[in-house]
């Protein structure tokens, strides 16, 4: 990582925090966005070897501002996203193509505008999740979404090859994400998830960072999807 710049789209909480953590750990410059100015300045803080800019990827224009300044790329990650799930019969179709607005488009339109700056020994990791495999419940476009962003990273590993493109598709995460939910609501979740799994635990953001970790610095691997879901998906 040492030399490397590391852009990471809300990188400054959570799981993308966790990355930004362990690339500078190893010697990395990480670039930190989101919408929240006084996040992304008290993480990139607390890193040292970072900055930050405000972005939002569901706007086109953010993005381009966003990477405008960069003269180069090695690795991209990007976590930002807003959305909600939940039965077909249930959700209007605006809260039902969510996901897709926000999770799917929001990281192909991110690694749209960074492509003219990726170093062709850099490399992309995308975001999905272990519903892809095994819908934990009736959700079926949040399901579907995630599903279309491990086929998103195949097809951009072959278009933007020799960068590389994985996906990381974790399982249920102790994190920054679920602490904002209701405990009752949290703790009902983790324990069928506990129960559900080979392994009988949730995930932590550093279980993700590792992969991600590793995803950046293996140089031959593309066009994979790597799970860390305790075994969630074989059950």
């Not at 970072?50 to 180069?72: C, I, M, N, Y």
């Amino acid at each position: 990582m040492k030399g490397r710049t590391v852009v990471l789209i809300g990188g400054g909480s959570g799981i993308g925090f966790e990355v930004a953590r362990r690339v500078v750990e190893a010697g990395g410059h990480v670039v930190l966005g989101g919408r929240t100015p006084e996040k992304l300045a008290a993480a990139a803080e607390s890193l040292g070897d970072a900055e930050w800019r405000v972005v939002d990827t569901g706007d086109q224009e953010s993005l381009a501002a966003f990477f405008a300044p960069l003269s180069r790329v090695d690795h991209l990650f990007t976590t930002a996203a807003t959305y909600r799930t939940g039965p077909m019969r249930e959700l209007s179709d605006e809260d039902a193509e969510s996901p897709f607005a926000s999770k799917f488009w929001g990281q192909y339109h991110a690694v749209k505008h960074a492509a003219p700056k990726l170093d062709p020994g850099g490399s992309v990791v995308l975001m999905a999740g272990a519903a892809s495999v095994r819908p934990p419940g009736p959700a079926p476009a949040y399901v579907a979404c995630n599903a279309a962003i491990e086929g998103l990273g195949r097809g951009l590993a072959v278009e933007l090859a020799p960068v590389r493109v994985n996906v990381v598709s974790p399982g249920t995460i102790d994190g920054n994400l679920w602490s904002q939910r209701p405990e009752a609501v949290r703790e009902a979740a983790f324990g069928q998830y506990r129960r559900d799994t080979l392994l009988h635990r949730v995930g932590t953001e550093a279980d993700v960072a590792q992969a991600v970790f590793f995803l950046f610095t293996n140089e031959f691997m593309t066009g994979s999807t790597v799970y860390p879901d305790g075994g969630y998906g074989l059950r």
